[in-house]
């Protein structure tokens, strides 16, 4: 499988669980990623140093882990973003306490 498309089903699995688990509203997140792909929706967030539509809800429940920028932080996803891009992940999830 392509890194992109599992970084992309990675985050729809983290969303099916952040809806079930934590009742979060995943509606635009699942949306995003269907059109977009995860690494543009990730990309595109950065550019507008946007968090994504689930960040605050999962911060809430303390479950950032099934965040897109958890799952795009991950090592193995690295080659997909420039270290600003990846900054930014890590910078959003730091203020949170999730490091």
Same mark, same amino acid.
Not at 19 to 28: D, I, M, R, S
Not at 45 to 52: A, D, E, F, H, I
Not at 58 to 73: G, N, T
């Given at each position: +499988?392509? !890194?992109?498309?599992? &970084?992309?089903?990675? +985050?729809? %699995?983290? =969303? %099916?669980?952040?809806?079930?688990?934590?009742?979060?509203?995943?509606?635009?997140? @699942?949306?995003?990623?269907?059109?977009?792909?995860?690494?543009?929706?990730?990309? %595109? !967030?950065?550019?507008?140093?946007?968090? #994504?539509?689930?960040? /605050?809800? &999962? #911060?809430?429940?303390?479950?950032? @882990?099934? #965040?897109?920028?958890?799952?795009?932080?991950?090592?193995?996803? =690295? +080659? !997909?973003?420039? /270290?600003? @891009?990846? /900054?930014?992940?890590?910078?959003? &999830?730091?203020? @949170?306490?999730?490091?």
């Amino acid at each position: +499988m392509e !890194l992109e498309q599992k &970084l992309t089903q990675q +985050m729809q %699995q983290a =969303a %099916q669980k952040a809806k079930l688990e934590c009742g979060v509203n995943t509606v635009q997140l @699942e949306k995003e990623l269907q059109t977009k792909g995860a690494v543009t929706m990730m990309q %595109q !967030l950065c550019k507008r140093g946007m968090v #994504s539509a689930v960040f /605050d809800g &999962l #911060s809430q429940k303390k479950r950032l @882990e099934l #965040s897109p920028e958890a799952i795009a932080s991950k090592g193995e996803f =690295a +080659m !997909l973003f420039t /270290d600003a @891009e990846a /900054d930014w992940f890590f910078q959003v &999830l730091c203020q @949170e306490g999730y490091f």
